[in-house]
């Protein structure tokens, strides 16, 4: 069974930093792409930042220059480093991730639970 646990999530004020964590545990064969994805009270989910298996990188034009998405492949985890946040920011933040369960299986997408990430005036 393969499960993605978030941690990382807080409350902070304008202008601070938090860093998100997304570990993949459970037997599969590979993980392709990363990133994070947020909703914000009353909108519909939306991308924030994704990073390939190779290292590229590509983010919302939102967070473009305060947030940083980076991987460790070895320990199977994604980060999310969240500088000058901004009331805006405030959401639920899920990891998601590309992963293929078995060598004789196609991809497929999964989903962590969320984190709450909220940021006061």
């Known amino acids: 069974q393969v499960q993605l646990v978030e941690s990382g999530g807080g409350l902070v004020q304008a202008g601070g930093s938090l860093r998100l964590s997304c570990a993949a545990s459970?037997?599969?064969?590979?993980?392709?792409?990363m990133g994070w994805y947020r909703q914000p009270p009353g909108k519909q989910r939306e991308l924030v930042a994704v990073?390939?298996?190779?290292?590229?990188?590509n983010y919302a034009d939102s967070v473009k220059g305060r947030f940083t998405i980076s991987r460790d492949n070895a320990k199977n985890t994604v980060y999310l480093l969240l500088n000058s946040l901004k009331p805006e920011d405030t959401a639920v933040y899920y990891c998601?991730?590309?992963?293929?369960?078995?060598?004789?299986?196609?991809?497929?997408?999964?989903w962590g639970q969320g984190t709450q990430v909220t940021v006061s005036s």
């Open positions: 990073i390939t298996g190779g290292g590229s990188t």
């Open positions: 459970g037997n599969f064969f590979s993980i392709n792409a």
């Open positions: 998601n991730a590309d992963i293929r369960p078995t060598v004789r299986l196609w991809s497929k997408d999964y």
